[in-house]
């Protein structure tokens, strides 16, 4: 399953997309959790009873500022969040 965190505004549109299917197979690393210099991402057990990242609610409402730092203009190539996570669940809309 895809989930978004995020929202849509006169702006623009600012998702960050976890595929949980992807999320489930990092048990052990959780790179995620370190690699956001913001502390965006905590572990929940879903629906399915499985443990999974997720944007914390208090963070879904400014993804475009608390993200700013990570973006090329911060002086990163690639978005430290998206590079620690080697399933590659994690993706920005952005």
């Known amino acids: 399953m895809i989930a978004n965190y995020g929202y849509k505004d006169g702006s623009g549109e ?3 997309s976890i595929d949980t299917d992807k999320c489930i197979d ?3 690393e959780r790179a995620c959790l370190t690699a956001c210099p913001k ?3 905590e572990i929940i057990t879903d629906d399915y009873d499985d443990e999974v990242a997720w944007v914390k ?3 879904t ?3 475009a500022y608390s993200c700013t730092e ?3 203009a ?3 190539t690639s978005l430290p969040c998206t590079t620690a996570c ?3 669940a994690i993706k920005h809309s952005w």
């Open 14 to 16: 600012y998702y960050i």
């Open 26 to 28: 990092c048990a052990a």
């Open 39 to 41: 502390n965006m991402f």
């Open 57 to 59: 609610k208090e963070c």
């Open 61 to 63: 409402r400014t993804l």
């Open 70 to 72: 990570c973006k090329p």
């Open 74 to 76: 911060g002086g990163y």
């Open 86 to 88: 080697t399933p590659g």
